[in-house]
């Protein structure tokens, strides 16, 4: 997949359905009552990176406060959802130690992962970061993770959404009415092509987290380094 394509591709399609009011509201987000939880493997950008991205939301949150904004807390990049949220899931449904081993097994001999995030993009509910790999460490990562996981008798649901190949990292979501749509694609617009930066993984983590990834739902289930 060629990443910059795609990420265009899905700006031009939103933005127009953006300024048109064809955007989608993520009307549970403030729902105290949504039992949606799954796990995901992810990757934490660094703190630099996140420094930068917030001086991205500030200049949103100028525009229009109402939305919902991600902390740095929250902010990562998908490396596999391996069981998607749905409700009802909860941790006493697994044995989390076989994922782990799995997992580790899947991380022998994966090069250095590095990647930067340059520009933004949307989704007809989100603005989100655009993610580049710099080589195929994080796709030959998720393949071996997808064959070790579909030889396993474990419970998973891996690409039963959609078969994820990108990096990036959802920033912003609409959770009410856009009070200026065209203002907040002039932001978007000023961002398209900005550098936030680079970075080594040295981490990746193993979570049980609600469909927003919120910092309060999520539990911390292991750390594997690379």
Known sequence: MNL???????????????SEGNYIIENQIND???SRFGITLLIRPSDEIKAK???FLEELKEVDSTQYYYPNSD???TVLSIISCYEGFTLDK?????????IQKSLIDVDKINIGFKGVTASPSAIMIQGFPTDESLNNLRDKLRENFKKSTLQQSIDSRYAIATAHSTVMRFQEKLRNPKELLEVVEKFRDFDFGEFEVDKLQLVCNDWYQR???TINLADLYL
């Open 94 to 102: 697994i044995r989390i130690e076989e994922y782990i081993e799995i």
């Open 4 to 18: 910059q394509e795609h990420y265009n591709r899905l700006y031009q399609k939103s933005s127009k359905a953006i």
């Open 53 to 55: 991205i917030q001086l």
């Open 215 to 217: 910092k309060s739902n």
């Open 32 to 34: 105290v009552s949504d």
């Open 75 to 77: 902010i990562h990049i």
